[in-house]
């Protein structure tokens, strides 16, 4: 099964920027459209960005759309967040996923679950 390490979380203070990286080993990451969730204390995991196999497509929540982007290097096996302009509500644990389903092009997002999981990573923006 895929593995996935998150790396580059930290604490920055409002407006600031971290940048966010997942490496991809045990299987090619071409294989697999990629997500970013995140996670805040009392909430449910929500997805705020993904990218399909090619890096083609883009999806984003409304929460974070022209604040961050989402990118891979299929040849390094890495997928990358890049969050800009940040606020205290995106502090949360990020977490790098893969899917093995298609993308829906008309919905403009992944279709299917996603099945493999990273151990998270914590950003935390105070105010």
């Known amino acids: 099964q895929v593995q996935l390490v998150e790396s580059g979380g930290g604490s920055v203070q409002t407006g600031g920027s971290l940048s966010l990286s997942c490496a991809v080993s045990?299987?090619?990451?071409?294989?697999?459209?990629m997500g970013w969730f995140r996670q805040a204390p009392g909430k449910d995991r929500e997805l705020v960005a993904a990218t399909s196999r090619s890096g083609v497509y883009r999806y984003y929540d409304d929460s974070v759309k022209g604040r961050f982007t989402v990118s891979r290097t299929n040849a390094k096996n890495m997928v990358y967040l890049q969050m800009n302009s940040l606020k205290p509500e995106d502090t949360a644990v990020y977490y790098c996923?893969?899917?093995?389903?298609?993308?829906?092009?008309?919905?403009?997002?992944?279709?299917?679950?996603?099945?493999?999981w990273g151990q998270g990573t914590q950003v935390t923006v105070s105010s």
């Open positions: 996923a893969a899917n093995s389903a298609d993308w829906s092009t008309s919905d403009g997002k992944p279709l299917g679950t996603f099945s493999s």
């Open positions: 045990r299987g090619m990451s071409s294989a697999y459209v």
